[in-house]
């Protein structure tokens, strides 16, 4: 059989495998060394042995669909990209390496909830979470970035799900319309942010989306029991543009509050609904009296319970 070259020459001639530049060649030779099953395999047995250092496998591409399972019972496919960070680390360490303090609950929770909402789905991992949890309940999930919510409609799709995830490409904050999105330099991005100016500095494009508001996204005669938020900062945006959401549904809420995050804004929305706040830990929800964001940014996951629901943890 005759070697495929890792860059074919143009038309012209002039763009050669050996001129490709080096960084790229490296990372081309390490994505066609994974996509033989047996080493991919090998590395993934080492990594949950703790043989293989994370130096080896987080930089190892995951091209593949894979099973995900969690102790209490929920489990969906994954199809995972190249440089999915989320997929690799579930294909690599399982469910218990990526936010299992937020996962495991979250995955409890949706047992009980007719309708989630997943805000800043990514790839989907929460709305696959949810479905999977419960095999009766819906979820809508919102994703704005164009290719990463092909991959969000692949993953609902491998599961035939489709009657049961409602994905639509759009954001959420406080007022439907157009805005302007800033979309990191990365394959799999999971920093885009309303914020053109991008999120933390992170060099990227400016991309113009459609925006939709919480209660403008779901039907009168439809209730929501369970809400995740992820949008990099604008967390309390989507908030605002629930009022009857919140007033009239009580959804719990599981959202990202990083260090400079908007926890007061949150807080100021949250509290006179009478909502009380946790903080996912290893432990467990620990109750506190304020959002207080983890400056190590390890643990960065609340969850915000209205009084009458304290039962549901």
């Given at each position: 059989m005759q070697a495929t070259p890792l860059v074919s020459a143009d038309n012209s001639g002039q763009r050669q495998a050996g001129m490709m530049d080096p960084k790229q060649l490296g990372r081309e030779?390490?994505?066609?060394?994974a996509g033989v099953p047996r080493l991919r395999d090998t590395i993934r047995r080492g990594a949950q042995l703790g043989v293989v250092p994370g130096a080896v496998w987080k930089r190892v591409p995951?091209?593949?669909?894979?099973?995900?399972?969690f102790p209490d019972g929920a489990s969906f496919r994954y199809l995972s990209s190249a440089y999915d960070g989320i997929g690799r680390q579930l294909f690599f360490k399982g469910v218990t390496w990526w936010e299992y303090e937020t996962t495991a609950l979250f995955g409890r929770l949706a047992v009980r909830a007719s309708l989630t909402l997943d805000i800043g789905a990514n790839t989907g991992f929460y709305t696959l979470l949810a479905a999977g949890a419960n095999?009766?309940?819906r979820v809508i999930a919102f994703e704005p970035v164009p290719r990463i919510f092909a991959r969000l409609c692949d993953n609902i799709e491998l599961n035939g799900w489709d009657h049961r995830c409602d994905a639509r490409q759009q954001a959420m904050s406080r007022a439907s319309g157009e805005m302007t999105l800033h979309v990191p330099d990365q394959d799999v991005p999971t920093s885009a942010s309303l914020n053109p100016e991008g999120y933390r500095g992170q060099s990227g494009k400016q991309i113009q989306v459609m925006v939709t508001t919480m209660d403008e996204a779901v039907?009168?005669?439809?209730?929501?029991?369970?809400?995740?938020?992820?949008?990099?900062?604008?967390e309390h945006?989507?908030?605002?543009?629930?009022?009857?959401?919140?007033?009239?549904?009580?959804p719990l809420i599981v959202l990202e509050v990083n260090p400079g995050g908007p926890a007061e804004a949150i807080e100021a929305i949250l509290r006179p609904n009478g909502y009380r706040f946790h903080h996912l830990l290893p432990s467990g929800p620990s109750e506190v009296t304020s959002i207080v964001p983890d400056t190590e940014v390890h643990h960065r996951n609340f969850l915000c319970v209205p009084e009458e629901k304290k039962d549901w943890l």
């Open positions: 030779v390490v994505r066609r060394a995951v091209e593949v669909d894979f099973p995900v399972s095999p009766q309940g039907p009168e005669d439809q209730r929501v029991d369970l809400i995740k938020i992820d949008v990099e900062g604008f945006d989507a908030l605002a543009g629930g009022e009857r959401v919140l007033g009239r549904d009580r």
